[in-house]
Every structure is written in structure tokens, then in C-alpha cells.
């Protein structure tokens, strides 16, 4: 089944379509060169790089051109995937826990004299560049701004284009801007704006300004109704309930002499650990002052996860182990300290392939999709392109999320069994509630009642998960199912880019060998004869 996902996704997702001539290091060396061009000679204090994606280009491929075109539409500039290079002349450390610490193309904010940024296509064509100039120039005569080594950084010829009024803002400080209109070369004949600026006879701003580019507009309160309101804070609201419900639940059993507590005080810290692991690999690390505050965020974060998944598990585990004792036979032994018992081992490898199933599902709906004229880019986590530290960071998250989200699953079933009393009727809201926050979904060409029946089968295999494998088996369901789909699979493991794709496949292979190996030692792992310890 693994092996049949990683030859089927890289068929049919359209970022596997677009080509990714240069890695990373090579894209930093053309943008150095282009920034060098420009006039920005001063050796960088301190540089970032990372990948993003347009996805209004998506849109527009869509909406624009034929689903038989768009190989070829991908195949040639400009490209949906994109390389930001950011440069300062101080360290560059995010002032906000936003983004889990990390650095992106806005984090820090462009606001520092001497900053610079700008986007490239994956073959190093120049699509967007801004800097930020001194705040104190001498006077003097400057030399006319050179706009040619902008054209030959995008790779366009100036002599075709004709001059234009500006119409975008720069946003930075400039004395003189222009602006052109043309077609961009390719296939398609794309209609393009350029947008350019320039202080004190160097460039601090250039845009192409494609068919699909939208300026920012700020989200307007005023005209957002109630129900959308409402669903911009459901996850407040729920988050809220989940917490008042945890702590009156958690105090109960404390009182009453419930609960394991010494198991609740390992998950939170191994929960905290990983969180603390995961920041710690993601951040940048500097002795200056950010540096040192990023390093208390992460902090802060772990401290906080400890706080609620200890009380989570005061909460929910004497109630589990009540009315659903067999779910935590395999996790009871492994919190225990029993890591190569059979039961854990048959949870390691039917929570891998409960995934990989699930997996195959949404891999099928987006087939079935892609038939119909949607369009299936891939989910993946840029950032898994950029080096190990980066994987590393991602696959200690991944066993994070899989097991916070699996105990948070397990409580919402557990509320909704107090409130319905039964079982089935526990299930089936489990399933409502899940579906409900799915729809309405991002617009596809397939009806909507397709995509209700695919989120209520998704969710009902979590909920047979749960209550035939248990707590741990649906850990590593999460687990590979958020793993997969984030990572960049392709055939070509050559390639720069195909360390996503054995570095996955190596993961979910040993997680499932590994889980065979311990099941097997202990037969019958299948029976019911055992005991919940």
C-alpha cells in the first residue's frame, strides 16, 4: 500500500509537474548575483531562504485553462513554485511565537534599513524584489538608476515592453518609480505588468504583476455576517468548552483518588519534550536578544502543553478506562515502560496501515477530483525540502500532533458518549461534529454531497480506529496520516528534492517492520483473552 501511494501521488499531483531545476544552495548563489547587480554589495550580517507557492496561480490555472493543458502550463514559467532569499544586516529572529518560531518570508518584518528580500522562480528568474533604504544618506549626485538589470534578472527584454503609469504602491521609501505593460514569453502569452521603483538611483522595488495578482486588502469586520463570525471562533469557543469541561472533570478525580497520575505526568512530559525538541530545531539561533527570546517562547509552549495534556489525561483516562477498557491495553503497557510488548507492537503496525488506508481514500477523492477538472496541487511541507534539521523538527511535530489530537479525539468521543448514552449515537455525533467543521469546503467541481458521504467514511474510520484498536493505535494512525501527505513524494530519489521521499518511506517502512517484529514475539496478539493492565 505504501509503495503503490508513492508511485500513484507523484502521477497525478501537479507540483510533481513543476520543475525543479536548483536546489536550494544553487537558488542562494543566483540570488546573490542578482542582488549584487542591483547595486546591494555589503556583505549580509545574516540571510534566510525558504519555498512558497501561489496560489492564486492555482485558481487561475483552473479557471483559465483546460485540465489537458496544465502539464504543460507547469512545465514552463512562470512556475507556482517559488524561492524567497531574505538578507540583513543584523540577525534576523522572529520577535513573535508566531509560526512556531520560525523564520518566513514575512518574519521578521521587512522593516530594518539594509533588508532586502525577493522571490525567484525555481530556475532563478526574478519575480519580486524590495529593500529597505538607509534612514540617512549623504547628499550628492547619483547615477540614473539602471532598470536593464532588473529585465535581465526576470529575463525579460525592456524593448518590448511599453511604458506605463505606475499603478502599485511600493510600500518602501522611493524617488523615482515606472511602470511597463507587455507579454510575458511561454506559451500562454501572459498579459503582465511591471511594477518598479528606485531611491537614490538603486532599485528598492520590482513586481511582475501577473493576470491573477490581487492586492492586499485588509478583512473588513463590518461587512462579515454573524454565521461567519461564529465559525472564525469556533476553535476558541470549542478550545474553551474542552477546558472548562477538563478542569471541573480532572477535580472530580483528584478528589475521588482516580486517575493514574504518574502516567499523566510522563505524556506531559514527553508531549513537552517534543514540543520543546521540535522549536528548538526550527528556530534560529543567535546570542542576541531574539535569539534568546525565541528560546523562552519555546519554553513557554512546552510548559503549556505539559499543563493541559497532564490535565487531559486526569481528565479523560479513569472514564476510558472505564467504559472502553481494551482501548488502553497497548498504551497502559507502553506508558508503563513495556516499549517492545506485542500489543504495542500490533498498534505500531495497524495504526500505520489504518493510515496509509486512510491515505489511499483522500489520494482516491482527489483522483476522482483531478477527473473532473479539479485540481490536486499536493499538501506538502515546503519546508521539508530544506535540509534534515527541518525534517528532523517536522517528524518529532508529527509524533506530537498524533498524540495530542488522538487524546483530544478520545475526549470529545467521551463527552458525547455522557451526553447520547450510547454508543453508536456517541459515534455517529463524533462523526457530525467533524464533518460540520469541514463543510463548506474549499469550491471543487464534484457535488457537494460527494464530499459530505468522503468526510463522514474519513471520520467513521477514525472512530472504528479508536474503539477497535484503541488510544495508541490511533496515535500512529494520526501520525502517518499527517506525515504522508505533508512530505514531497516523487519517483526521481536522485534528485535533490527526493530526501523527502526515502526519508518518508524509510519512517513509515520501519515504524510497521518494527510493530510486525514485536507483534509476532507474542502470540496471539489478536486475542481477547488479556487483560486491560
Request: charged residues 15%.
Amino acid at each position: 500500500l505504501l509503495i503503490g501511494l508513492s508511485l500513484a501521488i507523484p502521477a497525478f499531483h501537479l507540483v510533481n509537474k513543476v520543475p525543479h531545476e536548483l536546489p536550494p544552495e544553487a537558488l542562494i548563489v543566483k540570488a546573490r548575483e542578482i542582488q549584487h547587480s542591483l547595486g546591494y554589495t555589503d556583505p549580509a550580517g545574516d540571510f534566510d531562504y525558504g519555498l512558497t507557492r501561489d496560489t492564486d496561480f492555482l485558481n487561475y490555472l483552473q479557471s483559465t485553462i483546460k485540465p489537458k493543458d496544465w502539464d504543460a502550463a507547469l512545465a514552463s514559467p512562470p512556475s507556482i513554485a517559488a524561492f524567497y532569499y531574505r538578507e540583513s544586516a543584523l540577525p534576523m529572529i522572529s520577535d513573535t511565537s508566531d509560526n512556531f518560531g520560525r523564520n518566513s518570508r514575512s518574519i521578521p518584518a521587512m522593516d530594518r534599513p539594509g533588508m532586502t528580500l525577493m522571490d525567484l522562480d525555481m530556475d532563478a528568474r526574478l519575480r519580486y524584489f524590495k529593500a529597505i533604504p538607509p534612514h540617512q544618506e549623504a547628499a550628492g549626485t547619483f547615477a540614473p538608476t539602471n532598470w536593464d538589470a532588473l529585465f535581465s534578472a526576470a529575463r525579460l527584454d525592456r524593448k518590448t515592453m511599453q511604458p506605463a503609469d505606475p499603478e502599485w504602491a511600493p510600500i518602501v521609501m522611493a524617488d523615482e518609480r515606472k511602470a511597463w505593460t507587455g507579454t510575458y514569453p511561454g506559451p500562454y502569452n501572459l498579459k503582465v505588468r511591471i511594477e518598479a521603483a528606485s531611491y537614490h538611483g538603486k532599485p528598492v522595488f520590482f513586481q511582475v504583476v501577473w493576470p491573477w495578482t490581487k492586492p492586499d486588502k485588509p478583512i473588513v469586520q463590518a461587512n462579515r455576517t454573524v454565521l461567519q463570525r461564529l465559525r472564525d471562533n469556533l476553535g476558541i469557543i470549542f478550545n474553551g468548552v474542552i477546558l472548562i469541561t477538563s478542569l471541573i472533570m480532572a477535580r472530580y478525580n483528584w478528589k475521588a483518588g482516580r486517575g493514574d497520575r504518574v502516567g499523566a505526568v510522563r505524556v506531559g512530559i514527553c508531549l513537552a519534550l517534543m514540543d520543546l525538541a521540535s522549536r528548538v530545531l526550527w528556530i534560529r539561533h543567535s546570542p542576541s536578544q531574539g535569539g534568546g527570546r525565541q528560546l523562552v517562547y519555546a519554553l513557554q509552549s512546552a510548559s503549556a502543553l505539559f499543563a493541559m495534556f497532564w490535565l487531559f489525561y486526569l481528565t479523560l483516562e479513569p472514564w476510558v478506562r472505564r467504559l472502553w477498557p481494551r482501548t488502553l491495553i497497548s498504551w497502559s503497557r507502553l506508558v508503563g515502560g513495556q516499549v517492545r510488548d506485542a500489543w504495542v507492537g500490533r498498534d505500531l503496525l495497524f495504526g500505520t496501515l489504518i493510515g496509509l488506508l486512510y491515505c489511499g481514500l483522500i489520494e482516491s477523492f482527489e483522483y476522482i477530483g483531478v477527473r473532473a477538472g479539479d485540481i490536486a496541487y499536493g499538501d506538502f511541507d515546503a519546508s521539508l525540502l530544506l535540509g534534515f534539521g527541518n525534517i528532523a523538527a517536522n517528524l518529532i511535530a508529527h509524533v506530537r500532533d498524533g498524540a495530542t489530537s488522538s487524546l483530544v479525539f478520545f475526549l470529545v468521543l467521551f463527552l458525547a458518549k455522557a451526553l447520547l448514552k450510547k454508543e453508536w449515537a456517541a459515534g455517529m455525533a463524533f462523526v457530525l461534529i467533524l464533518t460540520l467543521s469541514k463543510v463548506p469546503s474549499p469550491p471543487f467541481t464534484l457535488p457537494k454531497v460527494m464530499l459530505v458521504g468522503f468526510w463522514i467514511l474519513l471520520f467513521a474510520l477514525i472512530v472504528y480506529t479508536m474503539l477497535r484498536f484503541g488510544v495508541f493505535a490511533l496515535m500512529v494512525t494520526i501520525f502517518t496520516i499527517d506525515f504522508l501527505t505533508s512530505s514531497y513524494l516523487t519517483t526521481d530519489f536522485g534528485a535533490w528534492y527526493g530526501v523527502s521521499s526515502w526519508f518518508t518511506l524509510a519512517v513509515l517502512l520501519g515504524i510497521a517492520t518494527f510493530g510486525a517484529n514485536l507483534a509476532l514475539g507474542d502470540k496471539p496478539f489478536f486475542s481477547g483473552s488479556q487483560e486491560a493492565s
